[in-house]
């Protein structure tokens, strides 16, 4: 039971390799073509548009522009996947994460889902409306100690 389980994950693992090798070659395909049809024409029109000597500065600008494109999309893909926890700082105490740009109280079972939930202030603690979980605050610590 359980070869047959792995032999099909193993089976359907490499048909998304296949997929996605076919994906990732019909776009090579459809840039080169692109590129082949389109990039001459909007060359030689930016050519005849911007004067001879500055061309260079031109195609300087748009290296530059892309450059600035590809250190964006990497800053964005490193941002997604970092967890969302470290975003938040975590309340020893509380066992809750606080959210540094405002200080508020953040549910750490709603955060392990994916999902920012600010938790109120009942009597000192903090629960979730989301969830109901309850932690314990700053202000009902310093009774906690004294009984
Ligand atoms: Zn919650």
Redesign the pocket.
Known sequence: MSDSESSIERLSASAVKYVAGGIAGLVVATTTTLLRHFARPVYESIRNEVPKDSLIQVVYLLFLVCLLLCVWIRLLYRERRKPLADRFEFDDYGGYYVDPRNGRAV?????AEG?V?N?MDVSGNKM??????ACRGKTTAKSDIGN
């Open positions: 549910c750490p079972s709603c955060l999902k939930v938790m979730c409306n989301a969830c109901k979980t």
